[in-house]
């Protein structure tokens, strides 16, 4: 994660930032207490947003509700990239529903 924008970086009231996936990585099963916009810059990933499932790749945009358990898998054999913007101070929750914070990049 590259962070362009953040409340540590000077009050932002959204956070910015970058996810550079390598070839086959898998994100956790997760959720957020606010809405993340992502856009695919290069390379292709599968979604997984709530009961669905479909494939992205370079210009495409998803935007994940609040509240709808989500994971992203990178492309096999290229990887991605993406820019992410969510609310500042959003906070992660576990498929489980358990408070996991707010991650380092959106603080």
Known sequence: MTT??????GGAARSLWRVDAKPGA???RHDF???????WLSGGATVELGDE?????PGD???MPAHVVR???ADAEAGYAAVVTAAAGARAISAEGGD????????
């Open 53 to 57: 499932r479909f494939k992205v790749g």
């Open 26 to 28: 898998q994100g956790p």
């Open 4 to 9: 362009f924008a953040s409340p540590t970086q």
């Open 71 to 73: 994971r992203v898998l």
């Open 61 to 63: 945009t998803v935007v």
């Open 100 to 107: 996991l914070g707010t991650p380092p990049w959106i603080a």
């Open 33 to 39: 207490d606010s809405e993340q916009v992502w856009s």
